[in-house]
């Protein structure tokens, strides 16, 4: 597991959060990385994807205008800010590289690797 993913934790509905997912090698500075989530009962979907000199992000439809990734290259640090939160947003947290969108498929994992532990995130009030 090269990207471990953190910040997760109970959060009332409109509030914020702000993940944070480190590299472990270099080889992924400049890969797209991207965040995933699970939650219970249903299948992982993709959240968010930026590339890897960060100048071009996708999002889900769902939490479009309310998360916002970017990418700290010294630090080979991914960040998810995550406003407004809502009670469906409530899932398993992880963040996987190299990731990719396309139109009608939202963001998409390609990678080998398996996926860390995630971080849990719980909105409820």
């Known amino acids: 597991v090269q990207l471990q993913a953190s910040g997760g934790g109970l959060v009332q509905p409109g509030g914020s959060l702000r993940l944070s997912c480190a590299a472990s090698r270099a080889t992924l500075d400049y890969t797209a990385i991207g965040w995933f989530r699970q939650a219970p009962e249903k299948q992982r979907e993709g959240v968010s994807c930026i590339s890897g000199r960060g100048h071009t992000t996708y999002y889900s439809d769902s939490v479009k205008g309310r998360f916002t990734i970017s990418r700290d290259t010294d630090k080979r640090t991914v960040y998810l800010e995550m406003n407004s939160l809502k009670i469906e947003d409530t899932a398993v947290y992880y963040c996987?590289?190299?990731?990719?969108?396309?139109?009608?498929?939202?963001?998409?994992?390609?990678?080998?690797?398996?996926w860390g532990e995630g971080t849990l995130v719980t909105v409820s009030s």
């Open positions: 996987g590289a190299p990731c990719g969108y396309a139109s009608g498929r939202g963001v998409y994992y390609y990678g080998a690797d398996s």
